[in-house]
């Protein structure tokens, strides 16, 4: 299920691109045709996201709202702001398992500290990107990347398209989500307020209060408090995974037994690691790597992650086999020697 950093990405480019400009709104597939029609030669007026949930907003306060599920993904197209994650994923955004990015040699990935720099990596630039779509399959065609300007336009519709949002040089096409619906004000005030705390959305410090005090009241195991999306925003398989063996917590630890502090430093972890992937395009968990490692990272989950996707294989830093346990339905990772 893509996580967070992802629907934050997705929702900078609808800012970019989208925000202030008429938007036609069609439903190729046909099961969002009467949203589509409400939608329909609107200005998109706002593009907002917590967690996992994206609000588009059009003339007159009517609103689109998208939760991407399991399999929802958008394709980007046309005149779109690219860093290296969104051109090596040919212009498609939101799915968890997507491609690395290569970097190139010349791009500067640590600051004078060794530290890596947000500001450096990931930089946007605006290019002409098409992205065709094979025609057997919705997927990707990875031997097409960046194309040409005179790509025709707008880009033809392959697969099933729920929604295609189009304005005079941008187009972007919903696949598969679990959500799409066009709602009023009030109700997604509703689905906001049912939230936990994002730290990209309203005050980090009153977010960091909330989190600490949904963790602390609950006898529930913090492996599904942080899966939770009415404690925290956003978090999913991989970060969940990754968040506690940084934290060293065994996952099935009751969030009222964990000390505040260490309630606390998950809290700040979480506004670290989601600033990075939403800024480099991958869930980058591995601190102190060197511009090789940061680069290896970059390019395969394989070098990535402390737990994650490493079931079977010996712990990176005590040597012992990292578990692979079903919680809640959901693979969970985790190193019994090192998380106690």
Request: with cysteine.
């Amino acid at each position: 299920m893509p996580e967070g950093h992802s629907v934050h990405r997705i929702t900078r480019q609808f800012a970019r691109n989208f925000v202030g400009r008429p938007v036609a709104v069609s439903s190729p597939q046909g099961r969002f045709a009467q949203g589509a029609e409400v939608l329909d030669g609107r200005t998109m007026t706002r593009a907002e996201s917590v967690g996992k949930q994206m609000f588009l907003e059009f003339d007159e306060q009517v609103w689109l709202r998208v939760h991407l599920g399991l399999y929802g993904a958008w394709d980007f197209a046309g005149e779109v702001l690219v860093d290296p994650t969104i051109a090596s994923a040919n212009g498609r955004m939101g799915q968890t398992n997507q491609r690395g990015t290569d970097l190139p040699d010349a791009e500067r990935v640590f600051d004078d500290a060794g530290e890596n720099s947000l500001t450096s990596i990931g930089a946007p630039r605006r290019a002409r990107v098409h992205v065709r779509m094979s025609e057997q399959t919705s997927g990707l065609d990875e031997a097409d990347g960046l194309a040409a300007d005179d790509a025709p336009w707008p880009p033809p519709v392959v697969g099933q398209v729920r929604v295609r949002l189009l304005t005079d040089a941008t187009c972007a096409d919903l696949r598969g989500p679990t959500a799409c619906a066009v709602q009023t004000p009030d109700e997604i005030a509703a689905v906001i307020a049912k939230l936990g705390p994002d730290p990209l959305v309203g005050d980090v410090a009153e977010g960091e209060e909330r989190f600490v005090r949904a963790v602390r009241r609950r006898n529930v195991a913090i492996g599904q408090l942080l899966m939770d999306q009415s404690v925290v925003s956003g978090i999913g398989n991989v970060y969940r995974a990754e968040m506690l063996y940084r934290a060293r917590l065994d996952p099935h630890t009751p969030g009222k037994a964990i000390p505040e502090e260490i309630v606390r430093e998950l809290w700040r972890d979480w506004v670290q690691l989601l600033r990075i992937g939403v800024e480099t395009g991958q869930m980058m968990t591995m601190d102190g790597l060197d511009a090789d490692g940061w680069r290896r990272a970059m390019a395969s989950r394989d070098d990535r992650h402390w737990v994650y996707h490493r079931a079977g294989l010996p712990c990176r830093v005590c040597g012992t086999e990292i578990v692979l346990e079903e919680m809640q339905a959901r693979k969970l990772y985790w190193c019994p020697t090192c998380q106690r």
